[in-house]
């Protein structure tokens, strides 16, 4: 290992929001290398300052021949990405020898001794994290928490408002707290990180080797980010919809929708599960210790996320569409 940053980067999925905030910041600090993985077809825009390299992710060999030589690998998937794609793109960074895989593991931090059978959420995310230390390559995963701007302008299945409507659906009384990122602190932390001297005196990148580098933006209740919408938009509690909902309830109703084939059953029984005031990673922020300090990460403005949030909604924001 060298007491130098590792300058090579590798992203998968770069056109996306979360990969293209990975791109953008690893880019700015001007120290980096940055190569795209793209498909062939694909119509997305790449941060200005990423070369794209064309692949077919159905051929293995495909995927080798465009990560050999890079020095850390980033995997961003969406919902729609087949479900072996991920152990098949780890397989071949081991193949290739890239040293550091992040998984598409960015949510909460997990501790497999209380991932339960019927948790496939959580399941996924051992699995995802095993793929990257595939016996060549190591893990450095990036536990953030759910992304603040996203969860917040998807609909009511993630954070429980529907910002257009002006409604919002309280998870028991709305005051459960949470730790969330938003995506612009996910890529400082990212440039930051991989900006560390790979080994030498700590802090160091070989320092996170199979472990978690732990980030947050926020701690925030639903009703933290009901009085920021109301500040951004000049609103008030009556010019609101709000309604109330037991998160066992809305697990259950969760696990039924997923069973019958409703996909957005899938975040209701996830972000549930968060608000569960047994859940004790939902707020690692106040828990657990953090890697913000060593990154230098900046504190950030809730409102000016929030205010991201609604700008994104009356663009129209709607990430599955045709899902």
Same mark, same amino acid.
């Given at each position: ?54 692949v ?71 699995d ?47 005051t +459960? ?6 995506? $612009?602190?996910?890529? /400082?932390? =990212?440039?930051?990180?991989? @900006?560390?001297? &790979?080994s ?9 080797k ?8 926020? +701690? ?6 009901? $009085?920021?919408?109301? /500040?951004? =938009?000049?609103?008030?509690? @009556?010019?609101? &919809? ?30 549930g599960s968060?608000? =569960? ?27 000016e ?19």
């Amino acid at each position: 290992m060298s007491t130098e940053p590792v300058t090579r980067v590798a992203i998968v999925g770069a056109t996306g929001r979360i990969g293209g905030a990975f791109a953008k910041s690893l880019v700015e600090t001007g120290r980096h290398t940055v190569t795209a993985l793209t498909r062939g077809d694909s119509q997305g825009k790449l941060p200005d300052g990423v070369h794209a390299v064309q692949v077919n992710y159905d051929d293995d060999d495909s995927l080798v021949k465009a990560l050999n030589g890079q020095q850390f690998l980033v995997i961003t998937l969406g919902v729609r990405a087949p479900g072996d794609l991920h152990a098949r793109i780890t397989a071949a960074a081991g193949k290739a020898g890239v040293p550091y895989i992040m998984p598409n593991a960015y949510g909460y931090p997990i501790n497999a001794e209380n991932v339960k059978n019927e948790d496939p959420y959580g399941k996924l995310v051992l699995d995802r994290i095993h793929d990257a230390q595939n016996g060549v390559s190591s893990s450095v995963t990036l536990p953030c928490g759910f992304w603040y701007e996203w969860s917040l302008a998807t609909g009511e299945q993630w954070f429980g408002f529907t910002i257009k409507d002006r409604k919002v659906k309280f998870f028991d009384d709305g005051t +459960r707290i949470v730790t969330v990122s938003t995506w $612009d602190q996910c890529g /400082r932390a =990212l440039a930051a990180l991989l @900006s560390l001297p &790979e080994s030498g005196p700590t802090p160091t990148l070989a320092d996170f080797k199979n472990k978690e580098v732990r980030i947050n933006s926020f +701690r925030v209740s639903q009703r933290d980010m009901l $009085d920021s919408l109301h /500040r951004v =938009l000049g609103t008030t509690d @009556s010019d609101w &919809e709000i309604s109330y909902e037991c998160v066992a309830k809305r697990l259950a109703d969760g696990a039924e929708e997923m069973a019958k084939g409703i996909f957005t059953g899938m975040p209701k029984a996830l972000y549930g599960s968060v608000f =569960l005031a047994s859940n004790k990673e939902a707020d690692f922020a106040g828990t657990m210790e953090l890697a913000n300090d060593i990154l230098g990460l900046p504190k950030e403005d809730l409102d000016e996320a929030t205010k991201r949030a609604v700008d994104m909604v009356a663009a129209g924001w709607n990430p599955f569409a045709g899902v």
